[in-house]
């Protein structure tokens, strides 16, 4: 069973920085991409960054010079590196997985964690 446990989240004012953390834990095979997703109230789910398997990373274009993404192979974590930060940014943030093996793909969530941006 694969379980993803995010951490980091919690109140900031405007213009600070936080670290988000994701463990994954289990057998967890050929994985694809690792992302951080974030919904805030009354909106959709957005990707907000992704590293793939290969190492190299996207971001959506809110995020980009403010948010860095990266992993630690070894152990199966990614963290999410968030400077100043806005208002906007306030939202629940969400760990994804996907693997691949042959043609059968698994998609993995974590419970989230909030991060508030409020002065």
């Known amino acids: 069973q694969v379980q993803l446990a995010e951490s980091g989240g919690g109140l900031v004012q405007p213009g600070g920085s936080l670290r988000l953390s994701c463990a994954a834990s289990?057998?967890?095979?050929?994985?694809?991409?690792m992302d951080w997703y974030r919904q805030a109230p009354g909106k959709q789910r957005e990707l907000v960054a992704a590293?793939?398997?290969?190492?190299?990373?996207n971001y959506a274009d809110s995020v980009k010079g403010r948010f860095t993404v990266n992993r630690d192979s070894a152990k199966n974590t990614m963290y999410l590196q968030m400077n100043s930060l806005k208002p906007e940014d306030t939202a629940v943030y969400y760990c994804?997985?996907?693997?691949?093996?042959?043609?059968?793909?698994?998609?993995?969530w974590g419970r989230g964690t909030q991060v508030t941006v409020s002065s």
């Open positions: 994804h997985i996907w693997t691949q093996v042959m043609e059968i793909r698994n998609d993995y």
């Open positions: 289990g057998v967890i095979f050929s994985i694809q991409s």
């Open positions: 590293v793939r398997r290969d190492g190299s990373t």
